[in-house]
């Protein structure tokens, strides 16, 4: 089993849904938790990031973190054709070794005008 | 534009020849990575650089060298390429590579990536 298992999708929503992407994993030293979006043939940019559990809000994007079950979720609010992308998660741990986050497969999203 | 520049973007190379991934940041970032990205595999490090001068070792740093003269440049090197190295390479860099409290500018910046297909 993977650290960190993410569905690889593709999901395929109509613009204006909410959409609801996920994360679990197995390593209760993860503290910190990141969302990053990846367009097709370019490289990964951190979208949101979060310490610890609990929620953070950007615009129409939510992340939320729940350490109790493991699990890690990113909304995203009234969704656009311009947020098709792959999503990926990815966490590290505080102190302690190395800070090279554990990253999901990502999640391939299709929003459809 | 601050940011990452890999070089080349994309690439077709006879199995077994040498290749060199040039990658430079303008950020000041003192860690660099190289990753691997397939279809179904996600992002695979393969190797890493805390500082100038030092490396180490990823998930599947077989067939991969890379060397850190300098805070800017780190190189990645396929010294006899062979097609299970075809794939996307991205080179990223952050600022938080030493153990301690997170910056406030946490997360890694990715280049765009090249494109290698090894035949």
């Known amino acids: 089993q993977k650290e960190v298992e993410q569905d690889p999708g593709p999901l395929s929503v109509p613009e204006g849904a909410i959409v609801s992407l996920n994360c679990t994993y197995s390593?209760?030293?993860?503290?910190?938790f990141m969302w990053y979006r990846q367009y097709s043939r370019k490289g990964p940019e951190l979208l949101m990031y979060t310490y610890s559990s609990g929620n953070k809000e950007d615009g129409r994007f939510t992340a939320q973190v729940d350490k109790s079950s493991k699990y890690i979720s990113l909304f995203i609010r009234d969704s656009q054709p311009s947020d098709s992308a792959t999503y990926l998660c990815a966490m590290s741990p505080v102190r302690g070794g190395s800070y090279i986050p554990t990253f999901g497969r990502g999640t391939s999203l299709i929003v459809h005008p | 534009i601050a940011g990452i520049t890999q070089a080349p973007t994309s690439q077709i190379l006879a199995a077994g020849r040498r290749m060199t991934l040039r990658c430079t940041q303008d950020m000041r970032h003192n860690a660099m990575y190289w990753y691997r990205q397939d279809l179904g595999l996600g992002l695979r490090l393969i190797h890493y650089?805390?500082?100038?001068?030092?490396?180490g070792k990823g998930e599947v740093p077989d067939g991969y060298s890379v060397s850190r003269a300098n805070t800017d440049d780190f190189p990645l090197t396929l010294a006899s390429a062979v097609p299970s190295q075809t794939s996307v390479y991205f080179c990223?860099?952050?600022?938080?590579?030493?153990?301690?409290?997170?910056?406030?500018?946490?997360?890694?910046?990715f280049g765009s990536g090249t494109r290698l297909t090894v035949v």
């Open positions: 390593n209760s030293a993860f503290q910190y």
């Open positions: 650089s805390n500082t100038a001068g030092t490396t």
């Open positions: 990223a860099s952050s600022d938080s590579g030493a153990a301690g409290p997170l910056p406030s500018g946490y997360g890694y910046t």
